[in-house]
Structure formats: C-alpha cells, structure tokens
Nanobody, 124 residues
Framework: QVQLEESGGGLVQAGDSLRLSCTAS????????MGWFRRAPGKEREFVAT????????YYLDSVKGRFTISRDNAKNTVYLQMNSLKSEDTAVYYC?????????????????WGQGTQVTVSS
C-alpha cells in the first residue's frame, strides 16, 4: 500500500507563489511517474502536470505552462509543484497521484494511489 500526503496549500493573493509537496511512503517511489491534478468547485478533476521517474520528462496543462513547475526528489520520496503568478482560476483542491505504469497519461482513472488533497485559494 502506498500513502501520499500533500502539503503547502493556502490562501494567497493573485500573483503570489506557492510550493506544494507530496510525500510518498514506500521504497519504490522512484520507479513511478507522478502527477498533480486539481478539482475546482463544481468542476471535474483535471490534470495539471506529470513527471517521469527520473524527472527528465514533464508535461503540463496548457493554462499553467510557464507558471507551474513540477519536480521530484527521489531521495526524499517527494514530488513538488512550484506555482508562480497564481490566478483566481487556479483555486482548487490539488492532489498528487501515482501512475502505476507508463508515462504521460492525463486521465485520472489511470492513476492508482491518491493523496487527500490540499486546498489552494487565490484571491483576486
């Protein structure tokens, strides 16, 4: 069983930055692609970013490109989401998740383990 725990959310002003962290239990963290998703009020869960096992390949939602950066530290079993120039439309609960096989999926159903989420609220 894998446990994922997100942290770093909060209430910020538009234009501010936040860094989210997701720490995983288990020894095999470094073998798997990890992803960040978010769910805004009244909307479906949507893909935000994904990073392969080594950190060498990353994909982003178009609306966050140039503002968000996904990274990982396999020695710490942690994946990060650095969010800069935040906008009110970034307000959501942010989740990290593990992709059990392959790379590049933006479909939540392909991910097997999820954290409980951390709230990000951006006031304009």
């Amino acid at each position: 069983q894998v446990q994922l725990e997100e942290s770093g959310g909060g209430l910020v002003q538009a234009g501010d930055s936040l860094r989210l962290s997701c720490t995983a239990s288990g020894r095999t963290f470094s073998s798997f692609t990890m992803g960040w998703f978010r769910r805004a009020p009244g909307k479906e869960r949507e893909f935000v970013a994904t990073i392969n096992w080594s950190g060498s390949v990353k994909y982003y939602l178009d609306s966050v490109k140039g503002r968000f950066t996904i990274s990982r530290d396999n020695a710490k079993n942690t994946v990060y989401l650095q969010m800069n120039s935040l906008k009110s439309e970034d307000t959501a609960v942010y989740y990290c998740a593990r992709l059990p096989a392959g790379f590049g999926s933006r479909w939540p159903g392909d991910y097997d383990f999820w954290g409980q989420g951390t709230q990000v609220t951006v006031s304009s």
